[in-house]
């Protein structure tokens, strides 16, 4: 299964979103959740490539057939149209570690901050 740059800004989004609400309305469980979504993500993006749509293939059939039936002639035209969309993943040349691996690092790690931060401001 491919993950696509979409739906790393829906979830990216969604946690913003998230922890925005948790911040400016003092509820601090939907910061956890925040973080737990956050830290899913970095699981996830650690599993697999981050992939981009770079082009699509489109392959088109026609078949002609013509029906003559006495001084009329008929034809049918019939097409069949296939599109492959290609996609690529992030590729950041000379670096030491795949761009997903640092991405899910950096994901796992701020949400296990933000897991741990917003847990210790529910105690208080």
Known sequence: MLMYAEIIAFFGILTLILFIFAELGKHKIIGV????????????????????NTGSTSVVSETNT??????????DISKNETITFTH??????????????????VLIFVGLYGMVFYALNLLR
């Open 33 to 52: 959740m925040a973080s737990l979504l956050l830290l899913m993500l970095g699981l996830w993006v650690a599993a697999d490539n981050i992939t981009f």
């Open 88 to 105: 690529a993943p992030i590729i950041i040349p000379y670096t030491p570690v795949a761009f997903n691996t640092l991405l899910a690092m």
């Open 66 to 75: 013509a029906t003559v039936s006495g001084n009329i002639t008929t034809t």
